[in-house]
């Protein structure tokens, strides 16, 4: 796959509220006469042919001009609009530049519960079936509307659509209510959720309408398609619209970007003959949870039962990839130990590998289900390490899940169910004078920060992140995450290093150094407005990073004593840690993949944790 412009596949106008401007008095009075539906035309550079193709369409069937709602991008496009079609009664809108930040615009401008249908403005003709499977004119428009949004009604739909290409031998004299792709030329949605609500709101630029049908799906479990009429249109002509420079790449991404993220509906159409990629929607009577997907299924009513039960868990993700063996690490099963003796969890360990002797109550998932391995493979084989490929998977596994991510260097001190809130982010301690001596023991000193907002003094960290699925916050950062990886890849390209030690070419002291996490996510949290949630480091990071390698290399492996007074046992602090009235809820044994520590640092660790009483065996 080709990553060019892979960052531009979302829109840059998210999931967020907007303050949208009212109808004037005349078009709310008209508005109120129109008893069932508006029809709402997102248009782009086409002032002078929109007339000539939709509007022409929707005049040949008597469809009043107070009913359509033209949604153009600028200013200048708007006067363009407003001087072509003065005085015929149209309202012509000023929304955003992009199509599908069009159609999202449009949901929030017409009311909650509204029939509203959409229709792109390059529609030549509308056409039926006949009984000979052959086509004809469509009859009329006004009673395939009102039949759609009954049937939608009927099913419990919020989306119906027409079929996709003017064609009697393939059309059908009825309607479907399994999963179909419902193409964005012509369709109706009952406007029955806002933005961010639940609503069917599409996120990229490129095959927006295949989003939307599975959006739609997911949702609803039905989609009413009418296979018996459809339309004539202008695909990949003229200005405007699908034909513009870099469209090929775009869809590309776009492409990719929906088989990765539900793989159990999408699938490549290798047989259509097309300069563009082509994809088609399986066949589906039912929703499909992608975890269904994996290797193992629960057949019994007590895996069923036990399956539902853990749904109401809280859900921790966790990502690892073995470089040589396939057996965990001691380190990485003392995480796992750590979060699933808490009866409060659920623990997913996300790997594209069939990792051996997993631990007890840790389901082992297909990480294939957020993207797909051939993709994340090809980065590593260009030289992507595997930190960045991670970043990508936790922000897949948040949005396709939500809950909570942790790194595989993460000990849990106590359940995350306790912490009740949306949003959580890490931060990391710092130096907070001009020494470099630290303090051994952050925990009882930091600067108190409870209650308040992030300071921007302690480093983010995305260590240990918790986000609700489908959010606009994790919209963001995976476009930006997978943008930083089509950045990376063009720097190898170019003889440029990005491991441990190098971002961009320039070292590890520089603050924008190869921690995407940490310089990327700020600013996504920033932009959202979430600084609130990024806790102090006392919360999920309470040891500095070279205090967590001395204490466990040094203070576990040599309980006796010596001449710095770190090498003394560290059983006391990890007590207080572990208080009821400690705000620690883990700590990280930072340097864990770097450094090899002594078998017995895991078994005392491990000792001491399970003094928590809360723990089951």
């Known amino acids: ?89 149209y309202h012509i809108v000023l929304g955003k530049l992009a199509l599908n930040d069009k159609r999202n615009f449009i949901l929030d401008y017409f009311p909650r519960g509204k029939h509203i249908v959409m229709m792109d403005d390059d529609i030549k003709a509308l056409k039926q079936r006949t009984d000979d499977r052959k086509i004809e004119p469509l009859h009329s428009l006004k009673e395939t509307i009102t039949r759609g949004f009954q049937l939608a009604k009927e099913h419990g739909a919020s989306l119906w659509g027409v079929y996709p290409c003017a064609n009697g031998y393939f059309m059908t004299p009825n309607y479907s209510t399994d999963l179909k792709f419902v193409i964005g030329t012509f369709f109706g949605i009952i406007n029955t959720t806002a933005r961010g609500e639940g609503g069917i709101c599409s996120s990229l630029c490129d095959k927006d309408d295949y989003e939307r049908s599975i959006l739609a799906w997911e949702r609803d479990g039905v989609i009413v398609r009418l296979n018996d009429v459809s339309m004539q249109h202008t695909f990949y002509t003229g200005n405007g619209g699908l034909n513009e420079p870099g469209r090929i790449e775009k869809q590309e991404a776009a492409v990719q970007w929906l088989i990765d993220t539900w793989p159990q ?49 809280t859900t921790i993700h966790q990502f690892w990839h073995a470089k040589d063996s396939l057996e965990i690490p001691e380190f990485l099963r003392l995480s796992l130990w750590s979060f699933a003796t808490f009866p409060q969890h659920r623990v997913i360990l996300w790997s594209y590998q069939k990792l051996e002797e997993m631990p007890e109550n840790v389901e082992l998932r297909d990480a294939s289900e957020l993207v797909s391995r051939n993709r994340t493979m090809d980065w590593i084989d260009q030289g992507i390490v595997l930190e960045h490929v991670s970043d990508v998977i936790r922000l897949h596994a948040l949005w396709r899940y939500g809950g909570w991510w942790v790194d595989c260097d993460t000990i849990a001190l106590k359940p995350f169910s306790g912490y009740n809130k949306p949003y959580a982010f890490q931060t990391m301690p710092v130096r ?111 040891w500095r990073t070279e205090i967590s390698q001395t204490m466990l290399r040094k203070r576990l492996s040599r309980p006796t004593g010596g001449p710095y007074p770190w090498y003394g046992s560290i059983e006391p602090d990890i007590a207080t840690l572990m208080q009821e009235d400690s705000p620690a809820y883990c700590l990280c044994i930072t340097g864990a993949t770097k450094y090899t520590y002594e078998s017995n640092t895991f078994n005392a660790l491990k000792k001491m944790l399970f003094a928590s009483s809360s723990r089951q065996t």
Not at 74 to 80: G, L, P
Not at 478 to 506: P, T, Y
Request: glycine residues 6%; proline residues 5%; positive net charge.
């Open 432 to 542: 907070r004078t001009g020494s470099r001596k630290p303090s051994y023991f952050d925990f009882p000193t930091l600067t108190e920060q409870e209650g308040q907002e992030w300071d921007g003094k302690d480093r983010f960290n995305g260590g240990v992140m918790k986000a609700p699925a489908k959010s606009a916050f994790l919209k963001d950062f995976i476009e930006d995450a997978e943008a930083n990886v089509h950045r990376m890849l063009e720097g190898l390209k170019k003889g440029k290093s990005f491991g441990r030690d190098s971002c961009e070419g320039r070292p590890l002291k520089d603050k924008n150094n190869w921690g995407m996490m940490s310089w990327a996510g700020k600013q996504v949290v920033k932009k959202h407005n979430l600084q609130p949630y990024v806790c102090p480091p006392k919360v999920f990071h309470p």
């Open 265 to 313: 509906y999408v699938r490549r159409n290798t047989r259509r003959k097309s300069n563009y990629p082509e994809i088609l929607l399986k066949r589906t009577k039912k929703r499909i949870d992608a975890k269904s997907t994996s290797s193992v299924t629960a057949t019994s009513k007590n895996a069923v039962s036990k399956k539902n039960a853990t749904m109401t868990k």
């Open 1 to 89: 796959m080709s990553f060019t412009n892979v960052a531009t596949i979302f829109s840059f106008s998210k999931f967020v509220r907007l303050e949208l401007p009212l109808f004037n008095p005349s078009a709310q009075k008209q508005m109120e006469n129109l008893e069932d539906w508006v029809l709402a035309i997102p248009s782009y550079r086409r002032s002078d042919k929109i007339a000539r193709n939709t509007l022409a369409v929707l005049d040949h069937y008597d469809v009043e001009p107070e009913r359509i709602f033209i949604f153009v991008g600028t200013e200048e496009e708007k006067a363009a609009y407003d001087q072509s079609l003065e005085g015929r009664g």
